[in-house]
């Protein structure tokens, strides 16, 4: 089973910045798009930010110019910087890698790491 270990959430005012990392095996990272989405209470998971394994990324609208994603591949790792944060950004931010082989697509999950902004 592949284990996708994220850390960096916690509670930060509006305007503060977060860093969330997300550590994944290296027999996947390379080959992997790497991504964070995000869920609030009552709402749907959506996209956040991928970067694929050449560093081509996509961020969400809602997002763009204050979050940046990036991937160090020395230590199969990609994080999620997130500056002047707001409260609509409070959610459970989870890691997601996805790759393709000829036959098969795979798909993982980690935990979640809770973000709230709020005064």
């Known amino acids: 089973q592949v284990q996708l270990v994220e850390s960096g959430g916690g509670l930060v005012q509006p305007g503060g910045f977060l860093r969330l990392s997300c550590a994944a095996p290296?027999?996947?990272?390379?080959?992997?798009?790497m991504g964070w989405y995000r869920q609030a209470p009552g709402k749907e998971r959506e996209l956040v930010a991928i970067?694929?394994?050449?560093?081509?990324?996509n961020i969400a609208d809602s997002v763009k110019g204050r979050f940046t994603i990036s991937r160090d591949n020395a230590k199969n790792t990609v994080y999620l910087q997130m500056n002047s944060l707001k409260p609509e950004d409070t959610a459970v931010y989870y890691c997601?890698?996805?790759?393709?082989?000829?036959?098969?697509?795979?798909?993982?999950w980690g935990q979640g790491t809770q973000v709230a902004v709020s005064s």
């Open positions: 997601n890698a996805r790759y393709d082989t000829v036959s098969l697509g795979y798909n993982y």
């Open positions: 290296g027999s996947i990272f390379s080959i992997a798009t």
């Open positions: 970067i694929t394994s050449g560093g081509s990324t």
